[in-house]
C-alpha cells in the first residue's frame, strides 16, 4: 500500500488546479463519408489520453483543461458559426480542429483574424491552410497535398518521368481530389523537368467515362496519375476500364496519389477491411474477374498517407487505439447509448493526428509559458507560433516533426504489387517543404515492373505509334533490295575477274617454263671415245676443225652429262629425284 501512495503522490500533488486552458473541438458527427476516417464517435477521446500524458511529463501542471465541443459537419458556414461562438461566447484559448478542408479554411481565416492558435488534423488536406503568410496561427498535424504533390514530384524525378497525365474526378467527395488537383498543377509549375501535360476530369464516374478519359489521356502520356473518392468502388472500376481500354500493359503505369488511402485496400465501417479488387462492382458493369482485375493492379502505385496510420501496426498504437474506444464514455463526451452501435468500436484512423495536435500545443503553450512566465492571456496564437517547431515521439512509436510554420514533416508511402500479386510497402519518402528523403524496400528497382523494364514517360514511337525515329532499310526496303543486288553482283564479277587473272597467269607461266624445257627423247648423249678409238680416228682422218675435237672431248663426268640437242650441245646436272617414270612419259 505504501508503494502505491508514493506511486500516486506527485499526481494528488499537482491535482490541485489553479488556472484553466479552455479547448475547443470541433468535430464531424453525422457525415458518413469521414466517419471512419475522423468520426466524433471514434476519434474524440484522443484528447484524453494525450491530456494524460502532458500531465504524466509535468507539462502544465498548474492548469486544468477545459473541453467544449461543437460540430461543424464539414460545413464550411457552420464551422465559421462555431468557430466564433467559440471564441466569442465560449472564450476558448485554442481551438483543435476541424477535420475537413473548406471547415479549415474558414477557421484558419478567423482564427488568423482572432490571434487564436488553431491545431487542424485529419481530412484538412488542402495546402492552402499550411499558407503561414495567410493563416499564421494555424499549425496542421494532417498530410496535406502539396506534401503528397512533392512526393509524386520525387517519384517522376526518381524514374526519369518527364513528363505525365492527371485524371481526377470530385464524384463522392468535393474535397479531397479538389487540392490534390490544385497543387498537382503548382508542382509542375514549380518544377522545370517534371511536366503536367494533360488534365482530364470526369464528373460522374461510369464506366463509358473512365475508357472515354483513357483513351483520351492515353493521346498525351503513359505515366497516368489518379485520384477518386474513396469507398464507392472507383477505383476498381479505374482499373478494370484500363484492360477493356487496351491499355493494362507494360507501356502503361498508373499512380493513385491521393490522401484517405490505404492504397490496395479499403477500410470497412467496422474497422476491417479488403482488397481494392474484391469491392462489390455495383452500378460498374465490368465483364471481368476479380483475378482479371487483380492482374490489371499489377501496374498500379499508390502514393497516399495509409490513412493516418502507421503501416506496422505496434502494441503501443493498438493499446491508445483501444483506450479511445473505451474513454468515449468519460467526461465531457459521456459518450455511450449514441457510441454503442458495432461500427462504432474502432477508433477512426486519424485519431492518432488529434492526438499529436492537443499533445503539440500543450509543448508550444509550456514553452511559451516558460519564455513568458508573466502572461495570462494565453488565447495568443502568434505566441503559441512563436514555439511551434518541435519533435517528440507519437502514439506510433514514430518521430512528429513540426517546423517552425507550424506545417507538419510528413511521411508519405508508396505501395506496390509484388510477383505474387499481393500489396507490400516498396518505399516510404519523410517529406519536408523543399525536400524528401526517398528509403526503398525493394532489393531492385525491377521488381516494381515485375523483372521487366522501366515504362517510359514517352514510347519511342510517340503516342500515337507514329513518330518512330528513322529506320532506313525498313522506308527504303526496295532501294536497299536493288542495291544489295547490285554490290553483290559487282563483289561477284570482281571475284571471278580476280580468278580469271589469275588464271591467266598461271597459263602464262607454264607457256614460259615451256621455253626453257626439253624432253629426254630429244636428248642425244655425247658417247666419249676409247684411247684406241681415238688415236686411229687421229691417223685415219685428216685435219679436223675444232669444234668437232671439241665436242668428241665432251665426256661424262661427275657432275655434268653432255647432250646432242638440235645441233646444239646441251650439260645436264645428274639427280637421283628424278622419278624415271616421269622421264619417260616426257
Not at 501535360?197 to 464528373?203: F, G, K, L
Amino acid at each position: 500500500m505504501s508503494f502505491l501512495l508514493i506511486y500516486f503522490l506527485p499526481y494528488v500533488a499537482f491535482s490541485q488546479y489553479t488556472k484553466t486552458v479552455n479547448v475547443g473541438l470541433l468535430f464531424s458527427k453525422d457525415v458518413q463519408s469521414v466517419n471512419r476516417a475522423v468520426g466524433y464517435r471514434t476519434s474524440a477521446a484522443a484528447v484524453l489520453v494525450a491530456r494524460d500524458r502532458v500531465r504524466a511529463e509535468h507539462l502544465l501542471d498548474e492548469y486544468d483543461f477545459n473541453f467544449t465541443i461543437k460540430f461543424d459537419e464539414c460545413s464550411e458556414s457552420l464551422a465559421a458559426g462555431k468557430v466564433v461562438e467559440l471564441i466569442n461566447q465560449d472564450d476558448v484559448d485554442v481551438i483543435i480542429g476541424p477535420t475537413c478542408n473548406r471547415a479549415g479554411v474558414a477557421t484558419a481565416s478567423l482564427a488568423a483574424y482572432y490571434n487564436v492558435p488553431v491545431f487542424q488534423w485529419g481530412l484538412t488536406t488542402t495546402a492552402d491552410i499550411g499558407n503561414f503568410t495567410r493563416y499564421p496561427t494555424t499549425s496542421t498535424l494532417s498530410l496535406d497535398t502539396h506534401s503528397m504533390a512533392n512526393a509524386m514530384r520525387d517519384v517522376l524525378q526518381r524514374f526519369d518521368w518527364e513528363e505525365f497525365v492527371f485524371i481526377y474526378s470530385n464524384d463522392g467527395d468535393d474535397e479531397k481530389c479538389a487540392s490534390m488537383k490544385d497543387d498537382m498543377e503548382k508542382m509542375s509549375v514549380e518544377t522545370k523537368d517534371v511536366t503536367l501535360a494533360y488534365m482530364y476530369q470526369i464528373q460522374t464516374v461510369t464506366m463509358e467515362s473512365l475508357k472515354k478519359a483513357l483513351t483520351e489521356v492515353a493521346k498525351r502520356g503513359r505515366i497516368i496519375a489518379n485520384c477518386f473518392a474513396s469507398g464507392k468502388g472507383f477505383k476498381k472500376a479505374f482499373v478494370s476500364a484500363t484492360v477493356l481500354a487496351g491499355m493494362s500493359t507494360d507501356e502503361y503505369v498508373y499512380i493513385f496519389a491521393e490522401p484517405k488511402s490505404r492504397g490496395f485496400y479499403v477500410d470497412e465501417e467496422d474497422g476491417s477491411r479488403h482488397y481494392s479488387w474484391d469491392d462489390t462492382d455495383g452500378s460498374f458493369v465490368t465483364g471481368l474477374s476479380n483475378e482479371q482485375i487483380r492482374e490489371a493492379y499489377s501496374r498500379v502505385l499508390f502514393i497516399c498517407d495509409n490513412m493516418g496510420e502507421p503501416v506496422t501496426i505496434t502494441e503501443q498504437f493498438q493499446n491508445f487505439s483501444n483506450q479511445v474506444i473505451k474513454r468515449m464514455s468519460e467526461a465531457p463526451f459521456n459518450c455511450i447509448e449514441d457510441c454503442a452501435n458495432s461500427t462504432f468500436k474502432v477508433s477512426a484512423t486519424y485519431s492518432g493526428q488529434l492526438f499529436d495536435a492537443f499533445y503539440a500545443y500543450a509543448v508550444a503553450l509550456n514553452k511559451s509559458l516558460t519564455k513568458n512566465p508573466g502572461i495570462t492571456d494565453l488565447k495568443n496564437g502568434s505566441m503559441i507560433s512563436g514555439q511551434i517547431a518541435m519533435t517528440f515521439k507519437g502514439v506510433g512509436g514514430n518521430d512528429i516533426s513540426l517546423d517552425d510554420t507550424g506545417s507538419r514533416i510528413v511521411r508519405v508511402f508508396m505501395f506496390a504489387m509484388n510477383s505474387s500479386l499481393l500489396p507490400y510497402l516498396a518505399a516510404d519518402m519523410l517529406v519536408s517543404v523543399d525536400n524528401v528523403e526517398y528509403t526503398s524496400y525493394y532489393t531492385s528497382e525491377s521488381e516494381l515492373w515485375k523483372g521487366g523494364p522501366r515504362p517510359l514517360s514517352r514510347p519511342i514511337c510517340g503516342f500515337s505509334g507514329t513518330e518512330c525515329p528513322p529506320d532506313f532499310v525498313r522506308d527504303y526496303l526496295t532501294y536497299v533490295i536493288i542495291a544489295v543486288v547490285i554490290v553483290s553482283v559487282a563483289i561477284f564479277a570482281g571475284c571471278a575477274g580476280l580468278c580469271y587473272t589469275v588464271h591467266i597467269k598461271r597459263l602464262e607461266m607454264q607457256r614460259q617454263d615451256l621455253l626453257w624445257q626439253v624432253s629426254f627423247l630429244e636428248l642425244t648423249q655425247i658417247q666419249s671415245k676409247s684411247k684406241a678409238d681415238a688415236s686411229q680416228h687421229s691417223f685415219a682422218s685428216g685435219p679436223s676443225t675444232a669444234t668437232k675435237i671439241t665436242v668428241e672431248s665432251r665426256s661424262e663426268t661427275t657432275n655434268f652429262i653432255f647432250y646432242f640437242y638440235k645441233q646444239e650441245i646441251l650439260a645436264g646436272v645428274p639427280t637421283s629425284s628424278i622419278n624415271p617414270e616421269h622421264i619417260s612419259d616426257n
